[in-house]
């Protein structure tokens, strides 16, 4: 199994220009989700979705969107990226959407720059 | 909304050693709590999940507790070794699918 595959992996984009990153999961989860991870700030949730048409906002939504039109795919737009969007972003998936314990699997994350 | 802070934020010790991590957070009302490690330039690793019913689960050398009523939870690593060296995080889940995580502690592990 792949798991959770996150691309790009790298991504340097100017200031204005809008992008997506792709998250994919091969492991038939329900839950899937993005995080961004700052220096000093931890992970913080932008967007999560618990199953396929369903999507939420998390802690840090503004500037991002998402959809989940399948199981296995959750992309993350940046509509005009910005310097503030700088950072190394994760998707993160798991089997239930339920808060019954299912562990978070995380992709190996892309780091994005904004000039 | 959920603080979590992880202490310390730094720790160095010789192979062999057994140690602690520590984390605590300011809202008891978690569903379960997970500890993460992550090496650097990768993603998270599950390492272990404690229901907010549990007190605490092992996995091999690892052994996480959890005290919800006090906001603190703890890793335990035994018998550390140079390949336990990563960031280790905590995160408790609250409502609404929402995890929390804190900044981490950085692990060196000297052989």
């Known amino acids: 199994n792949a798991g959770v595959t996150q691309t790009p992996k790298f991504q340097v984009l100017k200031t204005g220009q809008s992008m997506t990153l792709q998250c994919a999961q091969d492991?038939?989860?329900?839950?899937m989700s993005w995080y961004r991870q700052d220096p000093g700030m931890g992970l913080r949730l932008i967007h999560y979705?618990?199953?396929?048409?369903?999507?939420d906002q998390g802690e840090v939504p503004n500037g991002y969107n998402v959809s989940r039109s399948t199981t296995e795919d959750f992309p993350l737009r940046l509509l005009s990226a910005a310097p503030s969007q700088t950072s190394v972003y994760f998707c993160?998936?798991?089997?239930?959407?339920?808060?019954?314990?299912?562990?978070?699997?995380f992709g190996n994350g892309t780091r994005l720059t904004v000039t | 909304k959920q603080e979590v802070t992880q202490i310390p934020a730094a720790l160095s010790v010789p192979e062999g050693e057994n140690l602690v991590l520590n984390c605590s957070f300011t809202?008891?009302?978690?569903?379960?709590l997970q500890w993460f490690r992550q090496d650097p330039g990768k993603g998270l690793t599950s390492l272990l999940l404690?229901?907010?019913?549990?007190r605490e689960q092992t996995s091999g050398r690892l052994n996480a507790s959890l005290d919800k009523s006090s906001g603190r939870s703890t890793l335990y690593i035994a018998a550390s070794q140079p390949g336990d060296s990563a960031t280790y995080l905590c995160?408790?889940?609250?409502?609404?699918?929402?995890?929390?995580f804190g900044t981490g502690t950085s692990l060196t592990v000297i052989p």
């Open positions: 993160a998936s798991s089997y239930s959407s339920q808060p019954n314990n299912s562990p978070l699997h």
């Open positions: 492991m038939n989860h329900e839950y």
């Open positions: 979705s618990v199953g396929a048409g369903i999507t």
């Open positions: 809202d008891s009302a978690i569903y379960n």
């Open positions: 404690i229901q907010s019913s549990q």
């Open positions: 995160a408790p889940e609250n409502t609404g699918n929402q995890f929390y």
